[in-house]
């Protein structure tokens, strides 16, 4: 079994950075990709970010040039950036993560979601 904790999120003023984390334990034989979703109120989950292993990140575009996806592989752990917050940013941020466990078999796993807040 494997599972997400996220961690990171909280209020910030527009114009500000936070730094959210997720790290991946459990039976992990390799993880493929680990990325970040995002779901305002009333909207549905969208992709924010998404680094694949040995691959190119790919962001949303309302993201791009603000956000900053990076990996820790040894660690298992994802990471985003985020700069010049705006009140549209604000949202729960949900981890996931996908790849292979225990017996090579496939897992799928989503985080328990942290809250952003950009408000002055």
């Known amino acids: 079994q494997v599972q997400l904790v996220e961690s990171g999120g909280g209020l910030v003023q527009p114009g500000g950075s936070l730094r959210l984390s997720c790290a991946a334990s459990?039976?992990?034989?390799?993880?493929?990709?680990m990325g970040w979703y995002r779901q305002a109120p009333g909207k549905e989950r969208e992709l924010v970010a998404r680094?694949?292993?040995?691959?190119?990140?790919n962001y949303a575009d309302s993201v791009k040039d603000r956000f900053t996806i990076s990996r820790d592989i040894a660690k298992n752990t994802v990471y985003l950036q985020m700069n010049s917050l705006q009140p549209e940013d604000t949202a729960v941020y949900y981890c996931?993560?996908?790849?292979?466990?225990?017996?090579?078999?496939?897992?799928?796993?989503w985080g328990q979601g942290t809250l952003v807040t950009v408000s002055s």
């Open positions: 459990g039976s992990i034989f390799s993880i493929n990709a």
């Open positions: 996931n993560a996908f790849g292979l466990g225990a017996g090579l078999r496939f897992f799928e796993v």
């Open positions: 680094i694949p292993t040995g691959g190119s990140t």
